[in-house]
């Protein structure tokens, strides 16, 4: 899986820290979402939170991949 979250911020023109404040995690868990490595930490209930925040889907912040 493949983190999309960079790409929905820029595209909301929002920082990491502005989305952290809204869904109520630190600016490091944020910076954790937006890697490939750290996105599978991400729970569901706060998948639903940021695509609500972004105004995307849930399967918007995600993408796959081939290595």
Do not use: H, I, P, Y
């Not at 869904?23 to 996105?39: A, P």
């Amino acid at each position: 899986m493949r983190s999309m979250l960079k790409v929905r911020l820029f595209e909301a023109d929002m920082s990491q820290k502005e989305l952290a404040e809204r869904v109520g995690v630190s600016k490091d868990t944020v910076w954790r979402w937006t890697t490939d490595e750290g996105v599978g930490s991400m729970t569901l209930r706060r998948a639903v939170e940021v695509s609500e925040v972004l105004g995307c889907d849930v399967d918007g912040q995600f993408g796959l991949f081939r290595r």
